[in-house]
């Protein structure tokens, strides 16, 4: 198994920037897929950003397209997601996840473990 731990969010004012990191500890010597999910009050779990284990495939929501980057260093066992330009919008828990295997992270139902979550408020 894996374990994922969330770090990095907070409150920032529109326009502003964070970046949230996962560290992954466990199983890690197996190549495993990550992807950052994220839930608003009052909405259903969404997908955020997606990366395979070699980094080579990364997939983006529309909505976040152009103004977050997702990126792993497997040496470490950590995920990040650097995310700019941020809107009122983007305000919701953030979650990473995890499956063993190719591909990416792009569905819930694909995920097999989860962190926490981080909470992302950006202001107006």
């Known amino acids: 198994q894996v374990q994922l731990v969330e770090s990095g ?11 949230l990191s996962c560290a992954a500890s ?8 990550m992807g950052w999910f994220r839930q608003a009050p009052g909405k259903e779990r969404e997908v955020v950003a997606a990366i395979s284990w070699s980094g080579n495939s990364i997939y ?3 909505s976040v397209s152009g103004r977050f980057t997702i990126s792993r260093d497997n040496a ?3 995920v990040y997601l650097q995310m700019n330009s941020l809107k009122p919008e ?8 995890a499956r063993y295997g190719n591909g ?5 139902s ?3 473990y989860w962190g926490q979550g ?3 408020t950006v202001s107006s």
């Open 9 to 19: 969010g907070g409150l920032v004012q529109a326009g502003g920037s964070l970046r």
């Open 26 to 33: 466990g199983r890690t010597s197996s190549n495993y897929a």
């Open 60 to 62: 983006y929501a529309n």
């Open 76 to 78: 470490k066992n950590m």
């Open 90 to 97: 983007d305000t919701a828990i953030y979650y990473c996840a």
């Open 104 to 108: 990416v992270v792009a569905e819930r």
């Open 110 to 112: 694909e995920a097999d």
């Open 118 to 120: 981080t909470q992302v």
